[in-house]
């Protein structure tokens, strides 16, 4: 699998990504520089860090949204490249209309940074195929925006076309119904406030998040 870190100033978890997935795949992504107009030829696996792009001035992910490299993104996206943006990465497809609703300041005005419990709530895409429907993993949290919002219909569309992929089974930061994670129309993308990458291997206490890096390979490379 040739995979792409996307790095913007500020990102803090570009390099935790790249070892998860030189981890699992045996195969070091290329680390794309937010300026750069193209990825690599033959990229089929992107993925957009958590950290604080930008310092989350205007709005978290809001600048980063609007990078040079994020046409190119946009564009594999569209073509059905798998895409995985994670925390700060999720707050940047929102902002980039990749994928709908908003990541609000956290409802207790806290930085929440713990181990949370997430409910899969579907196992049928290609990042959660190693799951099973319903399973209980515990996978890391750390941002003070992740507040997930949008509008009533937006949120009944989500829930009735199966795309929200995680579901919070602990009161986390107020989002709505819940929602940890959410995957566009043609299930290729997939934005998560929580930190799979943190959840890898033993030492960090558990892997329950190896296995959506696991299932990606798998689906990928088939």
Not at 24 to 34: D, E, I, K, L, Y
Not at 62 to 85: E, H, N, Q, T
Not at 167 to 178: C, F, I, K, P, T
Request: net charge negative; hydrophobic share 40%.
């Amino acid at each position: 699998m040739k995979s792409a870190v996307i790095v913007f100033p500020g990102s803090n978890c570009d390099r935790d990504l790249a070892v998860a997935i030189d981890q699992v795949t045996g195969r070091a992504p290329a680390m794309v520089w937010h300026r750069e107009t193209a990825l690599p030829d033959g990229t089929d696996f992107i993925a957009l860090p958590g950290g604080f792009s930008y310092g989350d001035y205007l709005r978290s992910g809001a600048m980063a949204a609007r990078s040079p490299i994020m046409r190119a993104v946009a564009d594999a996206a569209g073509r059905g490249v798998p895409l995985l943006g994670v925390c700060n990465g999720f707050q940047v497809l929102t902002e980039a209309g990749l994928l709908p609703g908003a990541l609000m300041r956290n409802a207790g005005l806290n930085f929440v940074c713990r181990p949370v419990p997430l409910k899969v709530e579907n196992s049928q895409s290609l990042f959660t195929a190693q799951y099973d429907s319903g399973e209980e993993i515990l996978i890391p949290v750390a941002h003070h925006d992740g507040n997930f919002q949008a509008d009533s219909e937006t949120l009944d569309r989500l829930e009735g076309e199966g795309r929200v992929a995680f579901r919070y089974l602990d009161e986390v930061n107020g989002s709505a119904r819940s929602i940890a994670g959410i995957l566009n129309d043609a299930g290729n993308v997939l934005g998560m406030m929580p930190h799979p990458e943190r959840a890898l291997e033993e030492a960090h206490g558990n892997t329950d998040g190896r296995r959506l890096f696991e299932g990606l390979l798998e689906t990928v490379a088939a």
